[in-house]
């Protein structure tokens, strides 16, 4: 059986920290699908279409990663597509605590689908998200925190 991990998130951008959780796993799995949610309540910076553009873009190497969006709970989006394991990466104590708690209902709603976490490379733990979004908002320089080749301010 071909052993499928989808690897969640808004990736809005997409930063070095999910770059490096991605590349590691791919040997780990024979698929990785970067799965971009679609959360209607959550207001992103980037568009779908332009962040989904950039994951192709750093991944556009291998063929053993796949970038895919969806809608509603990730476990129903695992099960759709036959994976077998959910894919998350930690940054500190706080991301291990909430991933925790997630990885504990997701067993409760589906306990075929199996969290496996990551830990995030020392050097790039404190890169988040939410950090480089602020950062863009004040024109600030950003490249240093994203894959090579992703230009927010295009």
């Known amino acids: 059986m071909k052993r ?11 930063t070095k920290g999910h770059e490096d959780i991605v590349l590691r796993a791919k040997d780990l799995f024979d698929e990785v699908v970067v799965a971009v949610g679609q959360n209607s309540s959550k207001k992103s910076m980037f568009s779908l279409e332009k962040r989904t553009q950039w994951i192709e873009h750093t991944f556009r190497n291998h063929n053993s990663i796949k970038v895919k969006t969806y809608e509603g709970l990730t476990i129903d989006y695992c099960k759709e597509i036959g994976a077998q394991y959910l894919l998350r990466g930690i940054r500190n104590t706080n991301d291990f605590e909430y991933e925790r708690s997630i990885a504990q209902m997701n067993h409760d709603l589906n306990s075929e689908i199996e969290t496996v976490l ?7 733990s404190a890169i988040n998200s939410t950090i480089v979004r602020d950062i863009v908002k004040n024109n600030g320089a950003v490249a240093q925190f994203l894959p090579d ?6």
């Open 4 to 14: 499928i991990a989808v690897f969640p998130g808004s990736f809005d951008p997409i």
């Open 149 to 154: 080749g992703i230009n927010v301010y295009e």
């Open 118 to 124: 990551l830990f995030t490379a020392p050097e790039l």
